[in-house]
């Protein structure tokens, strides 16, 4: 059976940690753990997942749910509640509601004070460690017989009906992450003898033009593994990490998240590096083109891209830089004297990739960043230390449920999901009740902070500062996110008003001013936030993003939601230290964050959400933000426009908001299919009227609202795991599991409150 260890490693001497490896969490396969029972309900949920997998995507993190539930046991006393068709909620449904949903959700909270889950989604990052793992020939040593059986159990069950597979879990599918998926079913033993799913798989590939058509981020993998011709890819010349920062294109002053990724591309691609060529690799040229491998076109094929992927194409400008690098850089560079110099740029490159691996302990900012990293560090000595370091972190992105083993988007979202939920509970006003779990957690958030910036000269490393600050996962993830130090900032002053013997102890005041001077260094010149550093560079440069797959990577953009995020954290600070040194500065942002959020609605009064789906993520935030910085429906023309916008979007007569992920991607507010509610996004939707005080003027979508999270609500107490709810880059969706039960609580809680309790004057 396999079971979730939290917060373990110290016994382990190739695993470093800043902080003892709080929010650690890792799936162990224990042999002895075979109770029949708990195996027969565990087969039961994965073949109830793979009957359904066509039409419901997500999984639940049932093996989680069923592990918690020995160890956190739970008596529910009190009874669901269900409303009629013309029934309103009243205030005793509603209790009883969030009680139950508060205790269910407080039994999954781990014994260090986070909420584990699966945040997994996208389905290229598996397939990239599967391919760094073979041609570093640590496959078989990494994962084990039971890893590789789970990797192939989740790949199969998120192959899509017509044999491919898309993008994220929900995607139609795509060439890239078909290719990549079937490459690595390949390479972990499956066989075309008579597989009925990999061979419609090739099939799909073959009729949709071959790999040769696989976007950029697949043909660089395809040639690490041997499978693809380094000639057919764009350049990605090392020596742009030497030319004079002040240039536009430095990748210092690109997205951290960018930059990071085609660093170690730029050494593979320098290096030319190919595994071995195995049969499987032989076997791979011959199975996934339609013409023999030999007789390729190379140089044609660069710029090739199915239309099933072309989301961001390439700009003229972009193929004439690519066409002269490849016929007249490359050239250069490849012989001597020009060698030279890509031997210089190579050890530019290979110091960063260290610096990157150093201060991340080998976790790095994100999975396929560490994954490319791990190649880097074996191709510079296959027995190094480094490499035993990066594989032993491997196991901090992996994630098991009943539909497999899955490939995190980070090493988990514990600080995030932390964070909200505090705030979801103190919405509830069930603070007492729930002190236990709102002191865990408290100790938890404490104890994730980053306490120093990283080591050496900063600036050397297009780093920016870290102390005060958190990251989304853990500490010894390394890279701290702005909304993600905000709402850490807002729980924690939210905590210093209850008794610190049912809280636990308030942060040190000095700590909480590291976090003020981390958020303020951060603001752009306009009052805008992005999520990890500054904007360094021009919007022009997007001209060049490579990707053909993604939308927004070249730069750090600012987001409506790290924007809000940072006033209100800001705003309540203000509120709990009136006096600060830095008052002027905290008003002066908080004003010209404001009038950026402003600034950037949309005509119809909408906000788009980046790292949510998508407009009622967006417009919540945009309006928690404004309200948090004073201003109000009656006077401020930008929040009526969002309230005229969300009302609008209402599914009636019955009530909620439903949106697909396809208002990320296209850019234009799309209902689920079906127009059905989505607990989320009635959520969002509810809060942020609440904040307008829809409740004061006519609250009956509220009420529509909230009976539509009533009804949603299971009968151990939860709300349901519906359609993908987290976004990236436009086109890139991710899975956000503990948004089930934090945003419904959350809303029930505001509603209790400000809408309910407010008409009855008793709050």
């Not at 005229?644 to 689920?672: A, H, I, M, R």
């Not at 009635?682 to 009420?703: F, Y």
């Not at 599991?737 to 407010?758: C, M, T």
């Amino acid at each position: 059976m396999w079971r979730l260890k939290v917060g373990e490693g110290s016994s382990n001497r190739m695993l470093r940690s800043t902080n003892g490896h709080v929010g650690r969490q890792v799936w162990e396969f224990d042999p002895a753990a075979d109770d029949p029972e708990e195996v027969a309900a565990v087969e039961a949920a994965r073949l109830e997942y793979t009957n359904n997998r066509h039409q419901i995507k997500n999984s639940s993190d049932l093996l989680m749910r069923m592990q918690f539930a020995k160890s956190n046991t739970l008596k529910m006393n009190l009874p669901p509640v269900k409303l009629q068709e013309h029934g309103s909620p009243t205030k005793e449904d509603v209790l009883i509601s969030l009680k139950r949903a508060t205790s269910r959700y407080s039994t999954l909270q781990a014994h260090d004070g986070h909420w584990p889950g699966d945040y997994a989604g996208t389905l290229f990052l598996l397939p990239g460690l599967i391919i760094a793992l073979y041609v570093t020939q640590a496959l078989k040593t990494v994962l084990t017989s039971e890893h590789q059986k789970e990797i192939r159990r989740y790949l199969y069950n998120h192959q899509n009906e017509d044999g491919g597979w898309g993008l994220h879990i929900q995607g139609t599918s795509t060439m890239f992450c078909s290719v990549m998926n079937y490459v690595a079913l390949r390479l972990l033993g499956e066989g075309l003898d008579s597989n009925g799913a990999l061979l419609q798989a090739r099939n799909w590939i073959l009729v949709h033009g071959g790999a040769t058509l696989t976007p950029s981020w697949g043909k660089f993998f395809l040639s690490v593994l041997g499978v693809y011709d380094w000639s057919g890819n764009n350049p990605m010349p090392p020596e742009l990490w030497m030319v004079p920062h002040f240039m536009p294109i430095h990748p210092g002053r690109m997205w951290c998240n960018c930059r990071l990724v085609y660093l170690p591309m730029s050494y593979l691609y320098g290096k030319r590096f190919v595994g071995a060529t195995t049969t499987i690799v032989l076997d791979l040229r011959k199975e996934l083109y339609n013409v023999p491998y030999d007789d390729i076109n190379w140089d044609k094929a660069r710029n090739g891209c199915a239309k099933e992927d072309l989301y961001y194409p390439h700009s003229r400008m972009q193929d004439i830089l690519w066409a002269s690098l490849k016929k007249i850089g490359e050239p250069v560079l490849m012989h001597w004297p020009g060698s030279k110099l890509r031997e210089k740029a190579l050890e530019t490159v290979m110091k960063h990739i260290q610096y990157e691996d150093e201060t991340t302990q080998y976790i790095c900012i994100a999975p396929l960043n560490k994954t490319l990293n791990m190649i880097c560090r074996w191709v510079e000595d296959p027995n190094s230390e480094a490499f035993k370091l990066h594989t032993e972190r491997v196991y901090d992105f992996l994630w098991v449920a009943e539909d497999g083993m899955k490939m995190q988007c980070y090493n988990g979202s514990q600080l995030w999901d932390t964070a909200f939920t505090v705030q979801a509970i103190f919405a509830t006003g069930l603070e007492e009740e729930f002190h236990e779990t709102l002191k865990l957690a408290h100790d938890y958030i404490k104890r994730s902070q980053i306490r120093v910036d990283c080591p050496g000269d900063q600036t050397k490393w297009y780093r920016h500062i870290c102390k005060g600050g958190w990251a989304q996962s853990t500490a010894d993830e390394g890279w701290p996110v702005s909304d993600c130090t905000a709402e850490a900032l807002k729980v924690l002053l939210l905590l210093m008003k209850i008794p610190p013997e049912l809280a636990g102890e308030p942060m040190e005041t000095s700590r909480l001013d590291d976090t003020v001077n981390y958020l303020l260094s951060l603001m752009n010149n306009d009052g805008s936030y992005g999520a990890y550093e500054l904007t360094r560079s021009y919007e022009f440069l997007e001209l060049l993003n490579p990707s053909e797959s993604f939308g927004g990577i070249m730069i750090e953009y600012p987001y409506v939601e790290c924007t809000s995020s940072v006033i209100q954290g800001l705003v309540l600070f203000r509120e709990t230290y009136p006096q600060h040194c830095r008052r002027e500065e905290i008003d002066n942002c908080i004003q010209k964050a404001a009038d950026y959020i402003e600034s950037i609605q949309r005509s119809d009064g909408s906000w788009y959400g980046c790292w949510g789906i998508c407009f009622t993520y967006g417009t919540w935030t945009g309006v928690a933000g404004l309200v948090a910085a004073g201003r109000t429906y009656e006077r401020n023309q930008a929040i009526r426009k969002a309230c005229e916008f969300l009302l609008s979007k209402e599914l009636l007569p019955s009530g909620g908001w439903g949106e697909s992920y396809l208002s990320s991607q296209d850019k234009v507010y799309t209902n689920l299919e079906g127009n059905k509610a989505h607990a989320v996004n009635t959520s969002w939707a509810m809060l942020a009227l609440i904040e307008a005080g829809q409740g004061k003027r006519d609250p009956a979508c509220l009420h529509r609202g909230a009976k539509v999270l009533i009804n949603f609500q299971l009968v151990d107490g939860e709300f349901p795991q519906q359609d993908i709810i987290g976004a990236t880059n436009h086109n890139l969706m991710l899975s956000y599991s503990q948004y089930r039960n934090i945003f419904p609580i959350w809303a029930l809680g505001e509603y209790y409150g400000k809408v309910l309790e407010a008409q009855m004057g008793t709050r």
